[in-house]
């Protein structure tokens, strides 16, 4: 697994996320290396749905505190607009904006995964503050 796939993309996401959360009146959150490798591992595995190894790999990518993701699947022609499209999809869902606004997360990271049939885009973020019922 390349832990640096499609940084371009993800990087992106970052830049989207922390527009809204700017448009919230919420400061920008900084990229965190270990979400940022952990959130590409989850999107590597190309499952479409949340599961406990979301938060389980975490500590392995030295994260040891608790987080929250935001998932969407798309279709691969979808790809060169996948970071729009994907932030757009999480501000018109209610609970995935929330984790977007969330006003104690302290950082960020972003996966973006290629599937050759399908385009996976995860967003993580953190907090030290936050425990992990995984660590």
């Not at 979301?54 to 998932?71: F, R, S, T, V």
């Not at 969407?72 to 209610?94: E, T």
């Amino acid at each position: 697994m390349d832990l640096n796939a499609n940084l371009e993309i993800r990087r992106e996401i970052i830049q989207l996320v922390n527009e809204v959360r700017r448009e919230h009146g919420l400061e920008a959150l900084p990229i965190n290396d270990a979400l940022m490798n952990a959130a590409q591992d989850v999107s590597a595995q190309c499952v479409p749905e949340h599961r406990p190894y979301d938060c389980e790999i975490l500590p392995k990518y030295g994260w040891p505190h608790g987080a929250m993701y935001n998932l969407v699947a798309m279709g691969l022609d979808d790809f060169d607009n996948a970071a729009r499209i994907a932030v757009d999809a999480w501000v018109n869902s209610p609970g995935h904006l929330q984790t977007m606004l969330k006003d104690n997360a302290t950082c960020i990271g972003a996966g973006v995964t290629n599937s050759g049939f399908r385009v996976y885009c995860y967003m993580v973020v953190g907090s030290p503050n936050w425990v992990s019922a995984y660590s």
